[in-house]
Nanobody
Framework: EVQLVESGGGSVQTGGSLKLTCGVS????????MGWFRQAPGKEREEVAT????????TYSDAAKGRFTITQDSAKKTLYLQMDNLVPEDTGMYYC??????????????????WGQGTQVTVSS
């Protein structure tokens, strides 16, 4: 079975940077779309960024665009989220997700996705 494990979260001040890592294991050969999500206390989980595993096409939320960068390593075993110019609104639990086999990035791609346990990001003013 597949497994995803996030790391790299922490506490930083406004304007700081963090780089999150998601290590993947198992049979990911047919997974076409991966991404990062976040959830603040009392709020719905929101999509932050996505990447297609073959062409490495990316998308970003309006909040993330220009500040966050999603990448993966050449072996497609590790997913990253570089976060720069952080603000308190970025605070939350960050999760990586792998879409269902053969499901491309697009509307509702994360339905029934596989998820990691999350890593906490806290940004103070």
């Amino acid at each position: 079975e597949v497994q995803l494990v996030e790391s790299g979260g922490g506490s930083v001040q406004t304007g700081g940077s963090l780089k999150l890592t998601c290590g993947v294991s198992g049979d990911f050969g047919s997974r076409l779309c991966m991404g990062w999500f976040r959830q603040a206390p009392g709020k719905e989980r929101e999509e932050v960024a996505t990447i297609t595993r073959v062409a490495r096409r990316t998308t970003y939320s309006d909040a993330a665009k220009g500040r966050f960068t999603i990448t993966q390593d050449s072996a497609k075993k590790t997913l990253y989220l570089q976060m720069d110019n952080l603000v308190p609104e970025d605070t939350g639990m960050y999760y990586c997700a792998a879409g269902r086999p053969y499901r491309a990035c697009g509307d509702n791609w994360s339905d029934s996705a596989d998820w990691g346990q999350g890593t906490q990001v806290t940004v103070s003013s």
